[in-house]
């Protein structure tokens, strides 16, 4: 994974741990899909960074709200919904979570069905003070083939 050095035997998560990411992010992406701008900010930290595909940075929840809400207009009538699977994660030297996962976006507009690029995703999760995960860094890179 991008944020960590490579191991030859993986620090083991347990079963509770891995049930608690996917519904970290299950919750994170019905707000996306939602188009619940706010609520997904507040799913990363206040100072946390995304790496899009194209390039673009946005650091921070109110520079991520604002590329968000220029984004909106694309969103008018779609509903968007993404899957995530293959979570693989290791615990980070430094306490936090390296979670690196594929993403598949399907959109449906006017009775039709839609897939978006496949995408790998590589994030940080860490734990704020009341225990909750949070999303400190993303970088999305589009699939491409022979890419592992």
Do not use: K
Not at 10 to 35: C, K, N, S, W
Not at 47 to 76: F, I, N, S
């Amino acid at each position: 994974m991008a944020q960590s050095q490579h191991r030859t035997v993986p620090d083991e998560v347990t079963g509770d741990l891995y049930a608690e990411i996917q519904t970290f992010y299950a919750r994170q992406m019905r707000r996306a899909d939602a188009l619940d701008i706010d609520g997904f900010a507040d799913t990363f930290t206040p100072d946390g960074e995304v790496v899009h595909a194209d390039g673009g940075r946005t650091r921070g929840r109110d520079e991520m709200v604002a590329a968000m809400r220029a984004r909106l207009p694309r969103y008018q009538g779609v509903a968007t919904q993404h899957w995530f699977g293959h979570l693989l994660v290791e615990q980070l030297a430094d306490g936090a979570l390296g979670v690196s996962y594929y993403t598949l976006v399907a959109q449906s507009e006017g009775g039709g069905l839609s897939f978006q690029p496949a995408y790998t995703v590589d994030d940080v999760l860490v734990r704020e003070p009341g225990g909750a995960l949070l999303t400190r860094s993303r970088i999305i890179r589009r699939n491409t083939p022979g890419q592992r």
